[in-house]
Every structure is written in C-alpha cells, then in structure tokens.
C-alpha cells in the first residue's frame, strides 16, 4: 500500500469532493467510514485491499493532523480546507493574541495589502501560531514570501470569529487593519 497515495486520496475526498465518492457529509464534516472505504476501493483498484487498519494508521501517522476518526470508530472527517458548497460547522474560540500567515510577495502586494485576507475557494482562512510553520506554507508557493502578522485577538473582541482544529487556526475573512507584514 501506497501511504502517501491514500492520504492524498482520503483529504482530497473529505476536503473537495465527498459527492464523487458517495459520501454525505454532516454539520461537522463527518462521513461514513465504511462508505468511504467501499468507494476508495471501487475507484483505486490499487486499494482493494484496504480496511479500517490502513485508514487509521494514516489518521494516526500524520503529523499535520489533516483528518480525524470519531470515537466510535465509525466516521472520519477533513479537519481544515474544504472547499466546497456548505460550511463546515466550528466552535468559536478565542485566539491567541497574535497568528500568522504566510503568503507569496506578489500575492500580498495585489490583494491582501488591498483587500484583507480572504478565504478564496476554502471555508475559512488559514492562520499558523509558529511563525516558522507560516514560512514553510509561504514557500509551497513561492520563492518571494512574506509572514504577515494578524492581529488576532484584537479582531476576535471586534467581532471577528475563529476556530482552531490541532494546530491550525482558522478564521473568516479578516480586514487590512489587523494584517501586518513583517
């Protein structure tokens, strides 16, 4: 079995397009593991042997936390990045009083500098606590990053919402004036 492979498979799935593998999804992203099973193995004949043992192991495994099994062992879930149509439900929580992100030069300059950070094709907004986590995600995309700092707890006591899942921070919308570029 392919790890790799099947972790891309399954956050592609909870995150993008749970209706090409005859999932339905709750409020809260939950979707039927055995389904998802069933599916996985009837679109990737590579992955027709694989059970419940190989899925968790990957939940288990991941260190960035991307997926989650309920504790009955019957749904799994995406944590964060979903794109499509219905919202995924968080708790709001409070942040800390700073986040970051990182982003590419040109894609600050254009946009966000203008315009706030914006969600885009994802749910919600995507902020990091560590600053050299927010420097790696910059990099994916470019060469030319920048780190903004968010002024996060200010924010959130203007109105603001936020949720978090693992280490990830996420939030709605946010205008220019909590965006620092450092």
Do not use: C
Not at 38 to 43: D, G, M, Q
Not at 47 to 67: C, D, E, H, T, W
Not at 96 to 111: A, D, R, V
Not at 148 to 161: F, H, M, V
């Amino acid at each position: 079995m392919n790890e790799l492979e099947l972790s891309k498979i399954l956050s592609y799935v909870l995150r993008h397009v749970p209706e090409k593998y005859n999932l339905t999804l709750d409020e809260g992203g939950w979707g039927d593991i055995d389904t998802l099973i069933k599916n996985i193995k009837r679109k990737h004949p590579q992955f027709k042997n694989i059970g419940f043992s190989a899925i968790l192991q990957i939940v288990n495994n991941n260190r960035k936390k991307r997926l989650e099994i309920s504790e009955d062992n019957t749904k799994i879930r995406a944590l964060y990045g979903h794109t499509f149509e219905n919202t995924i439900s968080k708790n709001i929580v409070v942040p800390p009083e700073i986040l970051y992100h990182g982003t590419s030069n040109y894609t600050y300059s254009k946009f966000i500098k203008r315009n706030g950070l914006k969600k885009m094709k994802r749910q919600y907004v995507h902020l990091t606590q560590n600053i050299n986590d927010a420097e790696r995600v910059a990099k994916r995309k470019s060469d030319k990053i920048i780190v903004l700092r968010i002024l996060a707890l200010e924010s959130y006591k203007n109105g603001y919402k936020f949720y978090q899942e693992e280490s990830i921070w996420l939030s709605d919308d946010l205008p220019t004036e909590y965006i620092q570029p450092i």
